[in-house]
């Protein structure tokens, strides 16, 4: 079955830091590939996805995630955060001709001042 | 910008009661979702609707739950029977495609607390 992993459930950084959230998935064929957002109070927000083509993909925000078909991952990344990036971060993968996409755990991201 | 809008943001209900969780997606949409995340744990998948029908539905979306659009614009989520479990953060989606294509525009969630 089609699975997502996100190894961490927490994460702090520094602001002003670099950023790297971890995600992999499994599943037989190249996936759709998505990271969310999710403020306090608010909804998911797309930050980016991965259809096909160029494996590095940029999003909103300063995001950018890098499809790694080798290592099944889709790592999440930012050069240098900031304190209103403090929220939490969902990987996910759509699988083509289903009407679903699955979700990781979560990472939540801590920012230190 | 168009959003998808959830009521109530908060419901507290009884076990053994009908609850009834309402969305409203964005309006040219097509394809809409209910997904819920338990305190803690991931965000699950319940169903999908389409063309007035669900095109899927998880495991989780048994015979106490049912789905509805009732007038072309509100989109419903009902539990007919609330269990302590069915406590969580329930999320409305909507997109313009299907999921592995599109991109899917959320909610921001009905906390649904079953005492």
């Known amino acids: 079955a089609q699975s997502v992993t996100q190894p961490d459930i927490h994460i702090t950084v520094s602001e002003g830091a670099s950023l790297e959230l971890r995600c992999n998935y499994s599943?037989?064929?190249?996936?759709?590939l998505f990271w969310y957002v999710q403020s306090p109070g608010q909804g998911l927000q797309l930050l980016l996805k991965?259809?096909?083509?160029?494996?590095l993909v940029q999003g909103i925000k300063g995001f950018e995630a890098e499809f790694k078909r080798s290592q099944s991952s889709f790592n999440l990344r930012k050069p240098s955060v900031h304190w209103s990036d403090a929220a939490e971060y969902f990987c996910?993968?759509?699988?083509?001709?289903?009407?679903?996409?699955?979700f990781g755990k979560g990472t939540r991201l801590h920012i230190l001042p | 910008e168009p959003e998808v809008t959830q009521t109530p943001s908060h419901q507290v209900t009884q076990m053994g009661q009908e609850v009834i969780l309402r969305c409203v997606p964005i309006?040219?949409?097509?394809?809409f979702y209910w997904y819920r995340q338990i305190l803690g744990q991931k965000v699950e998948f319940l169903v999908s609707?389409?063309?007035?029908?669900?095109?899927?539905k998880s495991e989780i979306f048994d015979d106490q739950f049912s789905v509805e659009r009732p007038d072309g614009s509100n989109f419903t989520l009902k539990i007919r029977s609330t269990k302590l479990e069915d406590s969580a953060m329930y999320f409305c989606?909507?997109?313009?495609?299907?999921?592995?294509?599109?991109?899917?525009?959320f909610g921001p969630g009905t906390r649904l607390t079953v005492l």
């Open positions: 996910a993968v759509g699988i083509n001709r289903d009407d679903k996409i699955i």
């Open positions: 991965y259809f096909s083509g160029d494996t």
């Open positions: 989606a909507s997109s313009e495609e299907l999921a592995g294509v599109g991109e899917q525009f």
């Open positions: 599943y037989g064929a190249t996936p759709y």
């Open positions: 609707f389409y063309n007035n029908e669900i095109s899927e």
């Open positions: 309006s040219n949409h097509l394809y």
